[in-house]
């Protein structure tokens, strides 16, 4: 079976510092699709970042973006410029098909 | 476009009390979902359809029915309430596209007493 670990349950990052979020995932498969979800105090699940496993080429979204290590089965975050309205929980997601696979997610804190 | 609605937002059951957890969206998803989130656990998916008619079982069934009548609408329903299933509840939908990001409501927070 699929598993996700998110290693680290708590981060903290100095507001215009980067931070890098952990995520490890175990599969026996060679196509699937990877994500960072951010979920605020509000509740609200917003898509940070995706990545397909078939691109060898790191998935980028203006600030956020992946070290994506297929051999090893890593999908690490990286935030540049941290802002105050980056803290949340990040969840690392794995799908292959109709079932996705969360991690226990790992809440940041923006220290001003 | 009002994406995924869940309703309620909060729900306070006593144990084995019924009760039916909504969720529809408007975005012609095929594929709709429901999730738990428990402190330290992340979101495990519990049940989910890949269109009308079609549903399976995820991680976390046990306790929890569904039905896909129609495109829009995917209830959870819990038939007798036990205080394991306090947690947060999130519905999501996608469409047919595997890369696609899922589409999630603003939650539902059930407490079972």
């Known amino acids: 079976a699929q598993t996700v670990t998110q290693s680290q349950p708590e981060m903290s990052v100095q507001e215009a510092e980067t931070v890098t979020l952990s995520c490890t995932y175990d599969?026996?498969?060679?196509?699937?699709?990877l994500f960072w979800y951010k979920q605020p105090p509000s509740r609200q699940m917003i898509l940070v970042i995706r990545?397909?496993?078939?691109?060898?080429q790191n998935a980028t979204e203006n600030r956020f973006s992946v070290n994506f290590q297929k051999a090893a089965k890593s999908f690490s975050l990286k935030i540049s410029d941290s802002q105050l309205g980056d803290a949340a929980m990040y969840f690392c997601?794995?799908?292959?098909?109709?079932?996705?696979?969360f991690g226990t997610g790992t809440r940041l804190k923006v220290l001003a | 476009n009002a994406g995924v609605t869940q309703t309620p937002k909060f729900q306070v059951l006593k144990t084995g009390q019924s009760m039916t957890l909504q969720c529809a969206q408007d975005?012609?998803?095929?594929?709709m979902s429901w999730y738990r989130q428990d402190p330290g656990m992340g979101l495990r998916l519990i049940h989910y359809?890949?269109?009308?008619?079609?549903?399976d079982q995820g991680e976390v069934p046990n306790g929890y029915n569904v039905s896909r009548s129609t495109t829009e609408d995917f209830p959870l329903r819990l038939l007798s309430a036990a205080p394991s299933q306090t947690s947060v509840y999130f519905c999501?939908?996608?469409?047919?596209?595997?890369?696609?990001?899922?589409?999630f409501g603003s939650g539902t927070q059930l407490s079972v007493l």
């Open positions: 599969t026996s498969e060679s196509d699937y699709y």
């Open positions: 990545q397909e496993a078939y691109k060898q």
């Open positions: 997601a794995y799908s292959r098909t109709y079932k996705y696979i």
């Open positions: 359809s890949v269109g009308a008619g079609i549903t």
């Open positions: 975005m012609n998803h095929e594929y």
């Open positions: 999501a939908s996608r469409d047919r596209r595997l890369n696609e990001k899922l589409f």
